[in-house]
């Protein structure tokens, strides 16, 4: 009996692609996460929501390792995430992300920058790092900006090299820390256009967003965060028409009708 049990485990497990056990971090006397419990499938989009400071982006950093935890385990395709070296900046690359300032090179090309990561992390040789970067940059709209300077673009089209350049290094997931919160509202769509085409190609997301439509119609799954926590989690539909907690009924009706 016990045998069966297991080896089910085993299998379900090898769909997880992304899971964070018990995972406590501080900053200081602030407990930012509390006891986080996450698993993340393979093919999976998780909207990630919350209150400002509730620890979105701290947790979201965690699982690259841009932030150390104090106690729990992450791990990511059943490897513990590395400590340091060459397997965490090949760690980096399995895990693209694409925060809210886009961070490309400015004294680079935009070419330049999608190629970079794949020359040295990945080794790729130039040629085939440089199709490669012109493919993607085709992909998300902006392949004729090629040989500009990321100031020479505007910020939706920077954004989309950003996640361009994470793509570049076949990420096994992608996390997105308020991708459009610093766009201009006309520029917010084409972003989020590529990051829905992503979830239908059925590449593993974590997304920060307050997009609510976006949410809605590419998310498997919204967690909703306050105070460290995970306070619920549950199905787009389930969790808009019929939140369970007072604190995300709370946070709902603040971010749904203003
Ligand atoms: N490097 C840091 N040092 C000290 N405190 C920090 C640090 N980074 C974040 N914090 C604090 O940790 C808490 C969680 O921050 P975090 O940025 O993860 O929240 P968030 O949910 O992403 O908020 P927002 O919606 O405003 O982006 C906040 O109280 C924040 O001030
Ligand atoms: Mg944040």
Known sequence: MTEVAVAKE???????LVV??????????????????????RGEVVVVIGPSGSGKSTLCRTINRLETIDSGSITIDGKPLPQEGKALARLRADVGMV???????????????VMLGQLKVRKTDKKKAEEQARALLDRVGVGSQADKYPAQLSGGQQQRVAIARALAMGPKVMLFDEPT?????EMINEVLEVMQQL???????VVVTHEMGFARSAANRVVFMADGRIIEQASPEQFFSNPRSDRAKDFLSKILHH
């Open 10 to 16: 085993d299998v379900a497990a090898s769909d997880d």
């Open 20 to 41: 964070l056990k018990s995972v406590n971090k501080h900053f200081g006397a602030l407990h930012v996460l509390q006891e986080i419990d996450l698993t993340i499938g």
């Open 99 to 113: 925060f809210q300032s886009f961070n490309l090179f400015a004294h680079k090309t935009v070419l330049e920058n």
């Open 181 to 185: 919160s610093a766009l201009d509202p």
């Open 199 to 205: 979830a239908r190609e059925g590449m593993t997301m």
